[in-house]
Each structure stands twice: as C-alpha cells, then as structure tokens.
C-alpha cells in the first residue's frame, strides 16, 4: 500500500539557477520554485580561461549544488525516521509519561548543519562505467543567467573582445556541460543522482529579462519595466508575467541597451560608464574614484557630484519617457549597482518621466529575482 501511494506520488522539480558573471559564478537551488537559503555557491567564474575549464567550473558548481541537496535531503529523511520512531514510542508510553516528556522545538532541525558533497571522493574515478539508473522522486533543471551576446534559444555564446568567455566564441554551451555531466555521471563511483544532472534540461536567458521575470512574480496581473543598473543597463519589459518584445513601443529585442539616445547608445549612458562621464564633466571626480565613492561625496554635500548624479536621473526618465507613453507600465522596477544610490536621482527620474501613473521601486535583492526568474524559463 505504502509503495503504490509513493509511485503514484507527482515528480518534484529541483532547479539549479546560475549567474555566469564575468567575475563570478553565482548559483542557488530551487525546490518547487522556492529558493533553498542554505544552498548557494559564490565561486570564480575562470571565465578567461580555456574552453574545458568555463565547462568544468560550471560542471563542478552543478554537482556541488545537487550532492549537497542530495545531502541535506538525506539528513532530513534520517531525522524524519528518528522523529517517528520518537512519536511512536512516546504514543506507547502513559499518558503521564507524555505529559512530563520535554517538547523539541521546531529550531533545532533548521539549524542542523547541512553535511557538504565531497565531489573529488565520487568524481575523480579512472574507470568508466555504464550510467546507473536514479530513483524518479524528483527531476532536474540547468538554468543560466548568461552575459549577452548570447544566442539563447539555441545555447550558442557570441562574446567577444570583452575578456569573458571568449574561449566559447560560436559553441553551443548547452552540449558541452551536458556532455561534461554525462561523462561525469558515468564513472563507476558517481551516485546515482548525477544520472539527473546527465538528463537534465539546459536552458540560458539573460541576466535583465531573468531579474523581470522574478520580480514580475510580486506583480503578476501588471505591466512592468524593469532596469538593472550596473556596468551598462539590461532591461525587460513584462505584461503579466510574460516578456514583451516588438510591440506596445518595445524594441523588437525587448532591450533598452542598444537604443539610441542623444546621438548615443543608451548602454554608453546609463551604466558605469555613463555616470563616470557626468562625474568627469562636473569635474566630481577625483582619481581612481568610482560609482560607490561618487554616491558617498554627494551624499555628504559635494555639489558637484550630487549635480552630476541629479543630470543621470533626468535624463533617464527622459529616456524612458517616451517607452513608458507606449506600454503604460503599471511599475519602473530598478536593480543594480547604480540603482543603490537612487536616493540621488529618483525625483529627477521621476519628474522628466512625467505623470503617467508609473510607480518607481527599487528592488534591492536582484539576485534573488534572478534566480526565481530562471525558474520562470521551464514549463
């Protein structure tokens, strides 16, 4: 009775969510599309590096997060069996012995530390040997936040002369870590979960339209543009819940950054790049100050910078102004670096944007909504 409730139990689906940043690979996991906070990754992302490595980092990030889930799963289950075995024994005793019994607290289960996967004990095998099969409680997806260009829908990575991975110029980054895993998974001592990573479906979006897709979860019947503010300005417009290209006054690509604005691509004005430029032409700027430093003179009543950071958010809102007339957003979400530092342009924003009903928020955890995003990619 017990075995025909469990086969007939539905699938779960566990995703694994990365953020292939140039710098750093970021990754989480995803159980039924809840973030699982004890499980993260923050590694370098070796993405100067030759094509085998890019493919091995981020091989070795995928099965650091599944063992340690595998893991915790584990321990979860051998507390569970413990726990019932106590709440039958405790249900045999007299009713005065249940009474004087001490109560476990809810805590102390959260605060078990989670037991790391060694993946060196299970990987680094010599032989080779047929894939064993897994058991069907729960399948796996591979998502990624990729910097762009990007061919997303077929896998293909397109970067060049930005001294990130430039080694994957034209491949399909989707075959290769699924070859990676599949060989990986195959030697004799890998355990049978790594089966899942080998059959695991591989998808890639970029890190803007990700961020969208999260937070449009908050908001799920509006209309949103949302801005990530960083090196340059990634973008995405959504219409409940879904992306929006090529209609409604957005560009057929979905994204600000290749637009013009002021005889200039918006991505040169908006970003790091464009901030220093206004610094620059304030005369702000010291040497070696940056955006963070920048934010920190205005605030404690440098002029000079505080007007230069007043220019940005003037004409962003004048950039924005005429996309927001079209697609009538309900929310301007903004996230990023550059949008920490939005106390000092906000109401400049807001006033060349116009009155057109968009409420503007600040959404500080982007990397959270990244990562729901990347949920958002499977059916």
């Not at 990986?184 to 897709?213: H, Y």
């Not at 290749?258 to 970003?271: C, H, L, P, T």
């Not at 220019?311 to 996230?335: Q, T």
């Amino acid at each position: 009775m017990t075995a025909s409730l469990h086969q007939a139990s539905p699938v779960r689906t566990v995703t694994l969510a990365l953020d292939a940043g140039g710098t750093t690979l970021k990754a989480a996991l995803l159980e039924e599309g809840r973030l699982l906070p004890h499980l993260r990754i923050v590694q370098p992302s070796r993405s100067e590096r030759e094509t085998h490595v890019i493919i091995a980092s981020l091989a070795n990030a995928c099965i650091e997060l599944l063992g340690s889930y595998e893991a915790t799963r584990h321990t979860s289950r051998a507390s569970s069996t413990h726990d019932e075995a106590n709440v039958a024994a405790a249900e045999r005793a007299p009713i005065s012995a249940r009474q004087k019994a001490p109560s476990r607290t809810s805590d102390s289960a959260s605060a078990r530390p989670c037991r790391p996967y060694d993946q060196t004990k299970a990987c680094s095998i010599i032989r080779e040997a047929p894939l064993r099969p897994a058991a069907p409680s729960y399948k796996v997806r591979i998502g990624f936040a990729f910097p762009g260009p990007f061919d997303y829908e077929n896998g293909v990575a397109l970067l060049q002369g930005v001294s990130k991975y430039e080694r994957l110029y034209g491949m399909n980054v989707g075959e290769l870590l699924q070859r990676e895993l599949r060989r990986r998974a195959s030697l004799r001592a890998a355990p049978a979960w790594m089966r899942r990573l080998a059959e695991a479906d591989i998808r890639f979006a970029n890190d803007a339209s990700l961020f969208a897709l999260g937070v449009s979860r908050l908001y799920p019947s509006e209309r949103l543009i949302c801005l990530t503010l960083g090196t340059g300005i990634g973008s995405g417009f959504v219409d409940h819940g879904k992306l929006v290209a090529g209609r409604d006054g957005v560009p057929p690509s979905g994204m600000l950054y290749a637009e013009r604005y002021r005889n200039a691509a918006v991505d040169e004005q908006f970003g790091r790049r464009g901030i220093i430029a206004l610094a620059d032409m304030y005369g702000a700027r010291h040497a070696q100050q940056d955006v963070h430093e920048l934010a920190s003179a205005a605030r404690i009543g440098d002029k000079r910078a505080a007007d230069a950071w007043a220019e940005y958010g003037f004409h962003l809102g004048r950039m924005l102004a005429p996309y927001a007339a079209r697609f009538k957003p309900n929310r301007l979400i903004l996230g990023g670096q550059i949008a920490k530092s939005c106390d000092l342009w906000l109401p400049y924003l807001e006033v060349s944007l116009g009155n057109q009903g968009t409420v503007v928020t600040h959404q500080g955890d982007l990397m959270e909504h990244v990562f729901e995003g990347i949920e958002l990619l499977f059916p």
